[in-house]
């Protein structure tokens, strides 16, 4: 399951050792590239992945994030098989 992003920024985010939470609680890093906080997930992943299928690369709107266009993903090879 392959996601098209547009990345607009030119530069990283750094989280500062003061930023992390005091609360101990864990923070997430969006890897899907959807989240509307990125570097932090907002959980937006939830609604989208599981519509996804393997072999297709999906174009999400960045305000909707609504699926505006499948294809074929060029890059997608298909994983080999498990042992009976």
């Known amino acids: ?5 547009r990345n607009t920024h030119t530069g990283p985010h750094k989280i500062e050792p003061k930023d ?3 609360d101990g ?3 997430f890093i ?3 590239g959807l989240s509307s906080r990125l570097p932090i997930c ?4 939830k609604t989208c992945v599981p519509q996804e299928k393997p072999g297709v690369l999906y174009e999400y709107d960045p305000g909707t994030k609504q ?3 499948e294809m074929p993903d060029p890059g997608y090879t298909m ?3 498990l042992p009976e």
């Open 79 to 81: 994983p080999p098989s």
């Open 20 to 22: 992390f939470p005091k």
């Open 1 to 5: 399951m392959a996601r098209l992003i």
């Open 25 to 27: 609680k864990s923070l």
């Open 42 to 45: 907002d959980g937006t992943h």
């Open 67 to 69: 699926v505006i266009r």
């Open 30 to 32: 969006c890897m899907c």
